[in-house]
């Protein structure tokens, strides 16, 4: 198990968009890039706007160990980031194939090699043969658009969900120390009689 240093460590850099690293079994950071650009997927930090405007708004009162520790902000939107990132990459994936998707063809029904140089694009005419099938897009379902989409809606309220919870216990404190505060005045003033 990693200790506290490294831990910490890891959140900051996950908060700040090295979303690419696990802690390993050895308790150290590692990287998980991928070797070639198409194996990277994007990563859409929701994190570090939370962080800064926490650190902006609750400067007195923000710890790193509430931040970045063990059971700090960060540790608890990781898997939320991580299914986030997910899925938004999922989407992309599948609108490039709605976009590009796959003209289906009966065998000797059209002139393959004619299509593979100019393409299909829209307005064009597709010519084939007689009698034969004619050519279709092979077309996702649509619905499964509509399920990423609630996904992802679901996955933002959680975010939002667990950064209002943390943003109670901050106001929670502020308030104890205020009333601390004020005691602490009051016993002094009492003191001096």
């Not at 990287?31 to 609750?58: G, H, M």
């Not at 898997?79 to 003209?103: D, G, H, M």
Request: hydrophobic letters at 40%; a negative charge; one cysteine or more.
């Amino acid at each position: 198990m990693a200790n506290l240093r490294v831990i910490k460590s890891f959140h900051k850099r996950f908060a700040n968009g090295e979303q690419y690293l696990t802690i390993g079994a050895n308790g150290k950071i590692t990287n998980t890039l991928c070797d070639y650009f198409w194996q990277e997927r994007a990563v859409y930090n929701r994190i570090l706007p939370i962080i800064r405007s926490l650190e902006l708004k609750y400067k007195d009162l923000v710890t790193e160990d509430l931040l970045y520790g063990e059971c700090g902000l960060v540790a608890l939107l990781v898997p939320i980031q991580r299914a986030y990132n997910s899925i938004c990459n999922r989407k992309t994936e599948y609108v490039n194939r709605i976009v590009n998707s796959v003209l289906i063809v009966e065998d000797g029904s059209v002139d393959i090699e004619a299509l593979e140089e100019e393409g299909v694009c829209p307005g064009k005419v597709v010519v084939y043969r007689s009698g034969a099938n004619k050519p279709t897009f092979d077309c996702p379902n649509m619905e499964l658009l509509d399920y990423i989409d609630k996904e992802i809606d679901r996955l933002l309220k959680e975010f939002v969900g667990i950064t209002d919870g943390f943003i109670a216990k901050l106001e929670v404190i502020n308030i104890e120390r205020e009333q601390t505060k004020v005691l602490e005045e009051e016993l002094k003033r009492q003191l001096r009689w």
